[in-house]
């Protein structure tokens, strides 16, 4: 029997795409316009309008945030009112001078993105020297107390040297070792014959972690990897998007799905403080809590990714 979809009455979680002007240009990036970008002003106000309705958690993302000269005064705002900010980074942007100044604004939680244990599986996606850069992000980061989450793409090209990422996670300082499936989305379409995963690579991706769990010193967030509970109870938030997590586009427009950002969203809103509004009685939220009759969302937080389920035409993790 489908487990029926709760959600929370305001958003915990917001993913801010402050901006889509990025430096890298990765392989399966499921952004296409690089242009993008929220003013200050505006900018200042959705944390001030999140702040408000008790969101707790803030993820500042893009394209790249680092290209935004101002990222640390919407830092200082998130933190200045109670929100806990995250940067997702690619870390390339990365000098000590601007890690300090972001941690002394008040952000000391970085993710930074990798696809793989060396240059050689990594570089290939992100581009030249993106491996180094990004290592070389981690270790300043941690020597200023910096909290590090190191997120992998996994997919066909790298499944088999889990092992060795997550050494060089522990090696490098990381606080977490997030392990994200790769989605046929955006510009990753092209890709997937290369990238796309199946059930076989997900039950070895699975065997790999279960051995690595008891003597690898960083956890380990498995993300849709994780196997489904078998005595899952008769409700499910899902994954969060649309039950306890936001996504919000430059042009103020929000989503549920942050990979479905700039094609599953609601029109622009006029103001900041229509946020909390929107997210209660707005179709896309409705939907995404399988509360409509579309036929895409009949079974939305019943498995695990449901993009994933939609893109690869069957649930791959269960």
């Known amino acids: 029997m489908p487990r029926q979809v709760i959600w929370l009455q305001q958003p915990i979680h917001a993913a801010f795409y402050i901006t889509t002007r990025c430096n890298l240009r990765c392989r399966h990036c499921y952004i296409s316009n690089y242009t993008s970008e929220m003013p200050a002003s505006a900018a200042l106000e959705v944390v001030d309008a999140l702040a408000s309705i008790g969101t707790s958690r803030l993820s500042l993302l893009g394209g790249e945030p680092l290209v935004r000269d101002d990222l640390e005064h919407l830092v200082h705002q998130a933190s200045s009112r109670g929100i806990r900010p995250l940067i997702g980074t690619n870390g390339t942007l990365m000098s000590a001078e601007r890690a300090r100044s972001l941690i002394t604004s008040g952000c000391t939680d970085f993710q930074i993105s990798l696809e793989g244990h060396d240059p ?13 850069r990004a290592i070389a992000a981690m270790r300043t980061l941690r020597e200023l107390d910096g909290k ?36 046929p989305q955006g510009s990753g379409q092209l890709y997937r014959n290369l990238y796309g995963l ?58 549920a799905c942050d990979l479905l950002s700039e094609h599953d969203r609601t029109r622009p809103l006029e103001s900041a403080a229509q946020i909390l509004e929107t997210w209660r009685m707005d179709g896309l939220f409705e939907k995404w809590r399988g509360r409509t009759e579309d036929p895409e969302f009949k079974s939305v937080h019943q498995h695990g990714c449901h993009l994933a389920m939609m893109r690869y035409g069957e649930n791959i993790f269960a």
């Open 198 to 255: 199946d059930r076989r690579i997900v039950g070895e991706v699975r065997r790999q972690i279960a051995d690595l769990l008891p003597r690898t010193p960083v956890p380990i967030i498995e993300g849709a990897f994780k196997k489904p509970s078998p005595n899952a109870c008769g409700e499910t938030f899902g994954c969060g998007a649309g039950t306890h997590s936001l996504t919000i586009n430059p042009d103020l427009s929000l989503g």
């Open 148 to 183: 590090v989450s190191l997120n992998v793409v996994i997919s066909r090209a790298n499944y088999p040297k889990i092992s060795e990422i997550a050494h060089v996670a522990a090696e490098n300082g990381a606080h977490f070792l997030r392990l994200s499936a790769f989605i």
């Open 120 to 132: 050689g599986l990594s570089d290939p996606v992100r581009g030249n020297d993106t491996f180094r």
